[in-house]
């Protein structure tokens, strides 16, 4: 296995990473396009603006790797900002076009239901018939940590594989085959959230 976090400049990588070792996995950080593209295992982490996210990772030329590897079943595991630009449009700051992976729009909280940001512990609801592996062992109702302030909004709801009450009942991480999005951060998120990266670790590459 050779797990990859992708630096495009922004994010908490070294959390990510750190998440992962505490669970007995080892992985690099990279900005290459090459080491991107041979990586088996793909993490996405992300803070920051829909907008300038897309902007660095064309400007590092890590949007096609990052599509090639999707595109070939290698397990990707988008956290917060790298769940929301799979989707096909960002609207922070102004349309701007996502990865298009999944069909949806990313959205700001309206400012009339609750404080924005979202700060801090929620519960995720697991969709009844839910069998992605990515949550192995992990129970309905679980706490995660959020920090964010637009969600996305998924065209297709199979998609979702949790929803979480904020004001509004929304996707907060989607599961197609090996491809995984979180809204929340399982590296702030204690056990539960060690769990699920040691969960990502596991899961079979192809090629």
Known sequence: MR????????????????????????????????????????????????????KQLDARGLIAPIRTAIDRG???????????????????SGFCRGLDILPGQVVRFPDSIRKVPHIGW??????????????SGIPDGAYFYFVHSYYPVPTHFEDVATTTAYGVSFA?????????????????????????LRNFAELPSVD
């Open 3 to 54: 797990l990859v976090i992708v630096d495009y400049g922004s994010g908490n990588l070294r959390s990510v990473a750190q998440g992962l070792a505490r669970v007995g996995v080892s992985s690099e950080i990279s900005r290459d396009p090459g080491e991107v593209a041979e990586a088996t295992h793909l993490i996405v982490p992300g803070v920051g603006a829909f907008s300038d996210c897309m």
């Open 74 to 92: 290698r397990p990707y595991l988008g956290i917060c900002l790298g769940y929301q630009i799979l989707f096909s449009e960002g609207t922070e």
């Open 122 to 135: 929620n519960t995720i609801k697991k969709k009844s018939d839910l069998e992605a592996p990515l949550f």
């Open 172 to 196: 907060s991480s989607i599961a197609r085959g090996r491809l995984f999005g979180c809204q929340f951060h399982p590296e702030k998120s204690q056990a539960v959230g060690l769990r699920l």
